[in-house]
T-cell receptor
Framework: GENVEQHPSTLSVQEGDSAVIKCTYSDSASNYFPWYKQELGKRPQLIIDIRSNVGEKKDQRIAVTLNKTAKHFSLHITETQPEDSAVYFC??????????FGQGTRLTINP | DTAVSQTPKYLVTQMGNDKSIKCEQN?????MYWYKQDSKKFLKIMFSYNNKELIINETVPNRFSPKSPDKAHLNLHINSLELGDSAVYFCASSPDFGGPLHFGNGTRLTVT
């Protein structure tokens, strides 16, 4: 079955700097890659997703890139702000299959 | 309006008791899920229903029994609660199986 590895497990950056979180997946047939943000004590919320027919997608300060050959995808957050502090989860699925989540990255933005 | 609502928000109970968590979604989605998030924050799928039909049961102990009376509701009943059941349980829904998930606010279960 699909296996998703996420790195790093914790990430601390200065406010205004960029943050990058990377995930690798094992099943080359996976074609859907969402990212979820979970603030402390809250529910995970979808922030951006990408499908395998595109290589990059942007939404304001966040972007996701996909490298199908290497089977990895990354979340990029630019101009980080204190409200970006949260746990971020990547996930992968293929067709009508269950989403498999990465282990999560705790991102801390230092003022 | 809360799209995916689950109750209760907190549940504190003793070992051996039986408890239920309820979930309702008003998004018109076909698929609903139960996820368990442990203290290390890992999100693990437990069950998934599509149009009231069970499609995933991830080797969850028989003490856990989901029920979906209709596609807008998915409840979780837990028998003989154990200390290791302490976690946050999230209900979620998606338009179809494998699609974008919409999570409820979670139920923090503490077994003492």
């Amino acid at each position: 079955g699909e296996n998703v590895e996420q790195h790093p497990s914790t990430l601390s950056v200065q406010e205004g700097d960029s943050a990058v979180i990377k995930c690798t997946y094992s099943d080359s047939a996976s074609n859907y890659f969402p990212w979820y943000k979970q603030e402390l004590g809250k529910r995970p919320q979808l922030i951006i997703d990408i499908r395998s027919n595109v290589g990059e997608k942007k939404d304001q300060r966040i972007a996701v890139t996909l490298n199908k050959t290497a089977k990895h995808f990354s979340l990029h957050i630019t101009e980080t702000q204190p409200e970006d502090s949260a746990v971020y989860f990547c996930a992968a699925s293929k067709g009508a299959q269950k989403l498999v989540f990465g282990q999560g990255t705790r991102l801390t933005i230092n003022p | 309006d809360t799209a995916v609502s689950q109750t209760p928000k907190y549940l504190v109970t003793q070992m051996g008791n039986d408890k239920s968590i309820k979930c309702e979604q008003n998004l018109g989605h076909d698929t609903m899920y139960w996820y368990k998030q442990d203290s290390k924050k890992f999100l693990k799928i437990m069950f998934s229903y599509n149009n009231k039909e069970l499609i995933i049961n991830e080797t969850v102990p028989n003490r856990f029994s989901p029920k979906s009376p209709d596609k807008a509701h998915l409840n979780l009943h837990i028998n003989s609660l154990e200390l290791g059941d302490s976690a946050v349980y999230f209900c979620a829904s998606s338009p179809d199986f494998g699609g974008p998930l919409h999570f409820g606010n979670g139920t923090r279960l503490t077994v003492t």
